[in-house]
């Protein structure tokens, strides 16, 4: 199972919108509708920010949001903040065989 | 407040074997399937291991199957994974981690704990 396909950089300016894509498979996104997101800072555990392509965890500001399309998901960053850098991964149920298979990774630059 | 405390990670050489535990707090532990999660540096989390609720139930990746076992101790709350024939290619940080099996998500995580594999 290969890693789902991110693009390696994303940039915006301070309360501009960002969006990241997450490309898979019809094995993976494309048949289930549980992708999720993740944060993570530099030197700190992946945060679950998005579950089930759509949803915010209690706590998660309303301007991260996913969605998905055929066998690729979305994720956009409203009212980009200073704190929202970091390192976002995108995550899909793939069967028995692999609960979670991960983005490779984009680094959100907030300029 | 969910708590996930790994330990056990350290420099190993290659062939030897390490084992590493994560101590749950702070939610019903015996209810939820739990998960090993490891990042190697520079690179995207990778699904390692997960086990059901009562231990009965476990799923492992291929890269993984026969060297690394997953297991849990429901009276002490703690989850272990047992890492044996170690290649310099599991060189990572493992991260113990909830899984929400409704939205198979990974919802709370560990600060988790390096395991360097060289000679």
């Known amino acids: 199972q290969s890693a789902l396909t991110q693009p390696p950089s994303a940039s915006g300016s301070p309360g501009q919108s960002v969006t990241i894509s997450c490309t898979g498979t019809?094995?993976?996104?494309?048949?289930?509708?549980?992708v999720s997101w993740y944060q993570q800072h530099p030197g700190k555990a992946p945060k679950l920010i998005i579950f089930?392509?759509?949803k915010r965890p209690s706590g998660v500001p309303d301007r991260f949001s996913g969605s998905k399309s055929g066998n690729s998901a979305s994720l956009t960053v409203s009212g980009l903040q200073a704190e929202d850098e970091a390192d976002y991964y995108c995550?899909?149920?793939?069967?028995?065989?692999?609960?979670?298979?991960f983005g490779t990774g984009t680094k959100v630059t907030v300029l | 407040e969910v708590q996930l405390l790994e330990s056990g990670g350290g420099l190993v050489q290659p062939g030897e074997s390490l084992r590493l535990s994560c101590a749950a707090s702070?939610?019903?532990?015996?209810?939820?399937?739990m998960n090993w999660v490891r990042q190697a540096p520079g690179k995207g989390p990778e699904w390692v291991s997960t086990i059901s609720a009562s231990g009965g139930t476990t799923y492992s990746a291929d890269s993984v199957k026969g060297r690394l076992t997953i297991s849990r101790d429901n009276s002490k709350n703690t989850l272990y994974l047992q890492m044996n024939s170690l290649r310099a290619d599991d060189t990572a940080v493992y991260y113990c981690a909830k899984l929400d099996s409704s939205a198979y998500s990974f919802d709370s995580w560990g600060q988790g704990t390096l395991v360097t594999v060289s000679s």
């Open positions: 019809s094995s993976d996104i494309g048949t289930y509708n549980y």
């Open positions: 702070g939610f019903t532990f015996n209810i939820y399937f």
């Open positions: 995550s899909s149920y793939a069967g028995s065989n692999n609960l979670g298979v």
């Open positions: 089930e392509v759509s």
